[in-house]
Structure formats: structure tokens, C-alpha cells
């Protein structure tokens, strides 16, 4: 999807990238804080109290420390079982020809299959059947490596040489192959990006990272957007702002922390911005809890203790499969705005928690945690855990969440309300 130049130049020009309401971040919405005024630190203190590791919550405004490291540790186990698993579709017997059936609405196979949407008929294989499936697997298990590994550390050795070449037209094609099968497989966009000539590659590249802003995002989010280098890629074909975030968020994995571009992908979007994550079916636990109750009233004991909830599986609701994004500027600052506040949030966590700097969260391990989050039935997260605890904890930890979120909706209402009633005593 490439970037409408036009509309780029436009707002180049204009001081304000988009309108108000979509700058102001759930904080600032909160304290009523002003978006010109963006020198201000309207940052809440870190606050551990209530926040044990036990609890489960997967809301990005409230997901502890340790339960963002316990997903992240996930992330290995998570990305080898989606590619294994996308290579034993591909020998799932073909469906027998029979009636026209209504068609039925395409899903992602990484998606679908990890939330149970796409079953696999065929789960036993011959030796050179598995050999297939592992030689797959390995193969996009190594291009994960270069994405995460190998290439952020060469782009931050060709910045710091700063020769004019950060990216060429090889990597640019191999960082397309990682970004299709990694997320939603989209064909025609490495046909549009092989057409693209080395040169433009390496100038559009380099001028996206000299545009980078120094500005401290929590602080200074205006100035620190990147708009700037997103737009310089505008000249490439099958760039759009999805990917020139992808190239930039590799660019700018090593040095300066300020620096750092989220990759605006799917997974990220899902979870910060629409908050789509698993969450606990609230069935089992409301029985469960109903028959507790009424075995204290009766006095009821099993062996001289209280007899504790039964035990059911572990049930998650999975939000659609299918987002319906534009992979517009608008959107990417929504995702940049979001992205950061949850990187101020853990990071300060860690400070409290007098860590070194080398175990600081960064914007790769929240797109990570996001990956895990959208495949979550293949991580083996909730190994070990007893599935009691798991969706009595969870569900409990749903409905804080829930009454915070009204409680925070209720008071930006009041501060609107405010505000008006200020204006009308001026006029």
C-alpha cells in the first residue's frame, strides 16, 4: 500500500499532523492537559500496590511487569508453533468436491488456527512428511532471527558509519518476505517492492533516518512523531506506513532509546489501540463462585476444609480474527501514542524495581508480547498454571479493569463538562 505524496506534502506544511482529539493520549484525556502544552511531564507515578504477579490481566493499561515478561518469555515457543503449524495446513487433505456452499469469509491462517477457527483434519505424518514441516518451520525460524537479530544490529553499525547506505534493495525485499509471512500474506506487494531501483532505496532510507527526531516522545510527542521519515519512503513502491514503520522500528532497535519506532503491525494495533485480547469466559467462574457461596451458608466442608471451586478449562474469548485497518498516518499515530505510553509504564516499573538499564522494556518486546497475545492458544502461557487459578484470577482482574475504565470515562466526562461551563463564564 503506498503513501498518497499528496496528502503527505499537505501535511508537511501543516503544523497540527492530525486533528486534536487523535493526539491526546488516555492520560492526558484524563487530567485535561493541553496538547500544545507538550513540554509537560502529565505522567501518573507508578504505582505497584494491588498489581501482584499472580493476577492476569491481559489490558494494555494494566498488565503487570511480570506478566508482560512471562508473555514475552513466550515468544519463541509462540512463533515456532505458528510456522509449524501454517507448514501442516499445507498438507491437510484437499476437501472433497461436493454442492455449492455460500462462500465463506476468508480468515489468516496464523490467526485462525491458533484460536481454534481452522482445525487440522490430518495430524499424523510420514517421515518425510515431518522432514517438510521442520525444514519450514526452520527456514522462517531464521528469517525471524534476521529480522529481530541480525539486520537491527547491521543498520545500526551502517548508521554509525553514516556512509549514506542504511538500507538496499536486498534487504528491503527480504524485510517484505519477513513482514508477509510473519503477519497476513499479501503477494502483490513484493512484486511492487522487486520493482524498486537500489538507489532510490538506499537515498529514500537514509533520508528517512536523517529526519529522525531527538525529542523525548512522552514529553514532546509532536516533534517526536516520526511523520517525516515515514514520508520519505512515499517514493518507493509497495512502501506504505506499515512498513516504512517496520524498516524504521529495525533502524532504530540499538541506539538512542528516544529514537525507537514502533512497527505498526496487526498484533500491536489489535492490543493497545482496539484492546482486542484473550480474555476469560466469566460462565465457569460464576458458578463456580454461586456454589461457593451457598456451601458457607450451608456450613458445608469436605474433609474438614472448605471445598474450593471445580476445576474447569481454561476458556478464553479470542477477539476477531479479521482487523479492518487503512494503514493510515492517522492510525500509526494512534499506535505510536499507544505504543509509548505502555514503553513509560513497564520501563518505569522496571526503575521501581531497581533493575539495570539492560533489562528495560523496548518497542520490539511489546510488538513480541502482542504476537504471543494474538496466538496465544499456541504459546503454552498458561502451562503450570491451574486452570482454576487461571480463570478465577483473570476474571476478577476483568472486572477492575472494567470498573477503572468507568470510572476513568466518568471523569473525562466531568472534566468536558468543565470546561464548557468555563468557556460560558468567559463569554
Not at 66 to 72: A, N, P, Q, V
Not at 269 to 288: G, H, I, N, V
Not at 331 to 344: G, I, Q, T, V
Not at 402 to 409: D, L, P, T
Amino acid at each position: 500500500m503506498e503513501i498518497d505524496t499528496a496528502a503527505a506534502q499537505a501535511g508537511a506544511q501543516a503544523k497540527t499532523l492530525e486533528p486534536v482529539e487523535e493526539l491526546i493520549g488516555p492520560g492526558e484525556a484524563a487530567s485535561g492537559a493541553s496538547v500544545g502544552d507538550s513540554k509537560s511531564d502529565s505522567r501518573p507515578e507508578y504505582d505497584s500496590e494491588g498489581a501482584t504477579s499472580d493476577e492476569i490481566t491481559f489490558h494494555p493499561h494494566r498488565m503487570t511487569l511480570s506478566t508482560f515478561r512471562r508473555l514475552l518469555s513466550c515468544y519463541q515457543t509462540t512463533v515456532e508453533q505458528v510456522h509449524r503449524r501454517k507448514a501442516m495446513l499445507k498438507l491437510q487433505p484437499k476437501p472433497e468436491k461436493g454442492p455449492k456452499r455460500k462462500a465463506e469469509k476468508k480468515t489468516n491462517p496464523a490467526s485462525a488456527s491458533s484460536k481454534g477457527a481452522v482445525s487440522l483434519q490430518k495430524t499424523e505424518f510420514t517421515a518425510s512428511e515431518e522432514e517438510y514441516i521442520k525444514e519450514a518451520t526452520d527456514k522462517l525460524l531464521k528469517l525471524d532471527r534476521w529480522r529481530y537479530e541480525e539486520m537491527p544490529k547491521i543498520m545500526g553499525e551502517r548508521r554509525e558509519k553514516n556512509n549514506g547506505e542504511v538500507l538496499n534493495r536486498d534487504d528491503l525485499i527480504t524485510v517484505m518476505e519477513w513482514k508477509t509471512k510473519h503477519g497476513t500474506p499479501r503477494p502483490t506487494l513484493m512484486g511492487m517492492v522487486k520493482s524498486n531501483q537500489n538507489k532510490n532505496v538506499i537515498q529514500c532510507s537514509s533520508t528517512a533516518m536523517a529526519a529522525l527526531s531527538t525529542e523525548d516522545p512522552i514529553l514532546a510527542p509532536n516533534e517526536a512523531f516520526p511523520r517525516p521519515s515515514i514520508d520519505a519512503f512515499g517514493p518507493l513502491r509497495g512502501v506504505g506506513v506499515a512498513t516504512a514503520s517496520l524498516i524504521l522500528s529495525m533502524a532504530t532497535a540499538t541506539g538512542n532509546p528516544k529514537q525507537q519506532v514502533p512497527f505498526y503491525s496487526d498484533d500491536v494495533f489489535a492490543w493497545l489501540c482496539l484492546q482486542e485480547f484473550p480474555e476469560p469466559e466469566e460462565d465457569d467462574y460464576e458458578e463456580e463462585d454461586a456454589a461457593e457461596k451457598e456451601q458457607k451458608s450451608d456450613g458445608k466442608a469436605l474433609n474438614g476444609k472448605e471445598r474450593g471451586p471445580r476445576s474447569p478449562n481454561i476458556k478464553l474469548k479470542y477477539p476477531n480474527s479479521e482487523l479492518k485497518l487503512k494503514y493510515t498516518i492517522g492510525e500509526y499515530r494512534k499506535l505510536w501514542d499507544a505504543s509509548w505510553e505502555l514503553h513509560d509504564r513497564l520501563n518505569r516499573a522496571v526503575e521501581a524495581e531497581s533493575e539495570s538499564p539492560s533489562t528495560s522494556i523496548s518497542h520490539t518486546d511489546i510488538e513480541k508480547t502482542a504476537y504471543v497475545l494474538r496466538n496465544i492458544a499456541l504459546s503454552g502461557y498458561f502451562e503450570g498454571q491451574g486452570p482454576e487459578n487461571a480463570a478465577r484470577t483473570a476474571t476478577r482482574q476483568k472486572v477492575r479493569d472494567e470498573a477503572a475504565i468507568k470510572v476513568e470515562k466518568a471523569e473525562n466526562v466531568e472534566n468536558e463538562t468543565r470546561g464548557r461551563n468555563v468557556k460560558r463564564r468567559k463569554v
